[in-house]
């Protein structure tokens, strides 16, 4: 562990997981439109939302995005790691009461580079409705020379 708690490079393994779950609600929503400044009338307009192919409000996708950014800044690599860079492919809507699981998996370590890089799904039910993978830059626990 580094000194804030998050996994140095040498603790990481391929196969290693970290995973988060949310109900998301609709403060989270209005709020994420706040903080963002996304008014998008399908996440806030409840009949505006009803007249898309949605026929219902639906959350922001890059809220559910965030869900991968904390469990990577929380559990996997965790504290002290740094994002480089971020894939998403949107699958599929998030409600208001859906629960969202994010896993994030290591899928490659490179150890002299001190880069992970992790598979990272969002998840309403067994469905998944966020895909992407994640490039971290992570401390290293050895001692400089």
Same mark, same amino acid.
């Given at each position: 562990? *580094?000194?804030? !708690?998050? &996994?140095? %490079?040498?603790?990481?393994?391929?196969?290693?997981?970290?995973?988060?779950?949310?109900?998301? +609600?609709?403060?989270?929503?209005?709020?994420?439109? $706040?903080?963002?400044?996304? *008014? *998008?009338?399908? &996440?806030?307009?409840?009949?505006? #939302?009803?007249?898309?192919?949605?026929?219902?409000?639906?959350?922001?996708?890059?809220?559910?995005?965030?869900? %991968?950014? #904390?469990?990577? $800044?929380?559990?996997?690599? !965790?504290? !002290?790691?740094?994002?480089?860079?971020?894939?998403?492919?949107?699958?599929?809507?998030?409600? %208001?009461?859906?629960?969202?699981?994010? /896993?994030?998996? /290591?899928?490659? /370590?490179?150890?002299?580079?001190?880069?992970?890089?992790?598979?990272? +799904?969002?998840?309403?039910?067994?469905?998944?409705?966020?895909? !992407?993978?994640?490039?971290?830059?992570?401390?290293? $626990?050895?001692?400089?020379?």
């Amino acid at each position: 562990m *580094n000194t804030m !708690g998050g &996994h140095d %490079i040498e603790e990481i393994q391929v196969g290693m997981r970290g995973t988060y779950a949310k109900t998301v +609600t609709e403060t989270d929503i209005i709020l994420f439109a $706040g903080v963002t400044g996304d *008014n *998008n009338p399908v &996440h806030i307009d409840a009949e505006a #939302a009803a007249t898309t192919m949605f026929k219902e409000r639906i959350a922001h996708g890059m809220l559910s995005a965030g869900f %991968i950014s #904390a469990v990577l $800044g929380t559990r996997m690599p !965790g504290p !002290g790691a740094i994002y480089i860079s971020q894939s998403l492919k949107f699958l599929a809507p998030v409600k %208001i009461g859906d629960t969202v699981r994010t /896993v994030c998996e /290591v899928l490659a /370590v490179v150890p002299e580079k001190k880069r992970v890089t992790l598979k990272t +799904t969002c998840y309403v039910r067994d469905k998944a409705v966020l895909d !992407g993978e994640a490039l971290m830059m992570v401390s290293s $626990g050895k001692p400089r020379a």
